[in-house]
């Protein structure tokens, strides 16, 4: 199975200012046949369901906010809000989805404001 | 508007049974996978099966293999997970999610959830 492992577990930054999540895979999700990395970021604040930001490591879901970015290939993967807004305070979440299952969660980096 | 609703959830005993199910609309139900993923109390999120579009694959976590089976009924836009020999390990909030397409496994609509406890 494929191990996804996020860093760092929590991280308190100032309102405006730069938040970066990392996420590494125990093996790559790129797959070769399409050049596409099989990797998912998710927001989750209390008390809701988890709500898809981005996928193929890059694309942003339609009507997510453009400070939210997804970047990295392979096994290595970056989630950056580059302005952070009181909305945003949340857990966050990388997913793989290479075939084949089990398709696996990273274990959350829960952001909050500085 | 994609809309999930899960219900089937609530208390029961080790051992026991539970059918849960997820209705569907705002999208042609049929044409996508549909997705079980669950979340204990304070926790992350765990994966739990899948169901392709034509029900010709199905997947399952280990944890749950051979206890746990998912169908669906694309005439009523309805997804369901039958859950046997629960186990305390089983409490958790179940979400039905869709996937992005038939074959693509990340999940773009999720519903809120229903609470599934077992306890004796």
């Known amino acids: 199975d494929i191990v996804m492992t996020q860093s760092p577990d929590s991280l308190a930054v100032s309102l405006g200012e730069r938040a970066t999540i990392n996420c590494k895979s125990s093996?790559?999700?790129?797959?070769?046949?399409?050049?596409?990395?099989?990797l998912a970021w998710y927001q989750q604040k209390p008390g809701q369901p988890p709500k898809l930001l981005i996928y193929?490591?890059?694309t942003r879901k339609a009507g997510v906010p453009d400070r939210f970015s997804g970047s990295g290939s392979g096994t290595d993967f970056t989630l950056t809000i580059s302005s952070l807004q009181a909305e945003d305070v949340a857990v966050y979440y990388c997913?793989?989805?290479?075939?084949?299952?089990?398709?696996?969660f990273g274990q959350g980096t829960k952001v909050e404001i500085k | 508007e994609v809309q999930l609703v899960e219900s089937g959830g609530g208390l029961v005993k080790p051992g026991g049974s539970l059918r849960l199910s997820c209705a569907a609309s705002g999208f042609t139900f049929s044409h996508y996978s549909m997705n079980w993923v669950r979340q204990a109390p304070g926790k992350g999120l765990q994966w739990v099966s899948s169901i392709i579009s034509s029900s010709e694959y199905i997947y399952y976590a280990d944890s749950v293999k051979g206890r746990f089976t998912i169908s669906r009924d694309d005439a009523k836009n309805s997804l369901y997970l039958q859950m046997n020999s629960l186990r305390a390990e089983d409490s958790a909030v179940y979400y039905c999610?869709?996937?992005?397409?038939?074959?693509?496994?990340?999940?773009?609509?999720w519903g809120p959830g229903t609470l599934v406890t077992v306890s004796s």
């Open positions: 997913q793989h989805y290479y075939s084949p299952p089990p398709w696996t």
């Open positions: 193929w490591a890059s």
């Open positions: 093996q790559s999700v790129l797959y070769s046949t399409n050049s596409k990395n099989y």
């Open positions: 999610a869709r996937a992005g397409s038939s074959w693509e496994y990340y999940f773009d609509y």
